[in-house]
């Protein structure tokens, strides 16, 4: 069984509208969506909740009043000013709150504990492609990372059950914790971008990160026709990387059209360029995976 991810070095550049055309042409697979921060994969595979499951990210403080002397020192050391005092009470700011522990070991009357709280959640879902896990932060909540491995291991653990050889999964954007998360011990990984001066930058510090990972790229130029030298020169870069360049997306507008109703563009559009590109890419992915790229 083989986790594939889909990632870019930013988001807007077809990340997710890739990933929802693969969902249709990988027959057997479990989908997960690792962008817990801005999840919009459900928008194209129109999951229907299953389970929903509780996620704590960390421990944040909490004031028991009854032993609170108000002597002010949690709020005075507190660096995240997470703590104030309202209408005569000190109390916690749990969205400001970093965790840190330093009021929980400042506070002479021990008056402070350490407790779960609750970030966000993640969900077994069906959809017409797949059973997908996928995950939502609470607004004003970190973490991420920690609920990426979460909805992985849940996916994996799914994937196993149901005897399937792929967990595909929409990955976040960028090269932050979550990505690390995303990334660690995965073996391939489709890179989305964009023939620009800042596409080609994102891919650079995207590609760092892989290398470090150990994480072979199979890259996709997105609207290769609308800077044709820039493509070549991202083709050019990628190669000398020792990666491979799995194809290129022509620019149609019908894929803005596909997004708007909601739909991957592989199903609503099977004879439009774009959709013969993304299953020859596939195939050519599958076929480099079964060779051992
Ligand atoms: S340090 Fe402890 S006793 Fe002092 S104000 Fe804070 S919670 Fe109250
Ligand atoms: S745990 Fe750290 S961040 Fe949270 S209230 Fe205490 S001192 Fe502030």
Known sequence: MLELAV??????????????SLAVLIEHKVLADADVDAPDLHLLLKPVKESENPFYGMKKARIIQEKCSSCD???QVCRFDAIEVINGKYVVDEVACDGCKLCFRKCPDKAIVMEDSLS?????SRTPYGTMVHGLLEV???NSGKLVTIIRKQAMFLAQKEGVPYVLMDGPPGIGCPVNSTLT????????TEPTQSG??????LLDLMEHFGVFPFVVINKYDLAESKSEEIREY?????????????FEKIVVEALSRGEPIVQYAPSSRVTVEIKRI??????EIKRGA
Request: proline content about 2%.
């Open 7 to 20: 990632v870019s070095g930013k988001g807007g550049t077809g990340k997710t509208t890739l990933t929802a």
């Open 73 to 75: 020192i949690c709020r």
């Open 120 to 124: 966000g959640h993640w969900y077994v």
């Open 140 to 142: 004003g909540e970190e």
């Open 185 to 192: 011990g995965l073996k391939y990984a489709i890179v989305i």
């Open 200 to 205: 080609l930058m994102d891919l650079e510090r």
């Open 238 to 250: 990628v190669v000398k990387r020792g990666g491979k360049v799995a194809g290129m997306l022509p």
């Open 282 to 287: 596939w195939d050519y992915i599958e076929n």
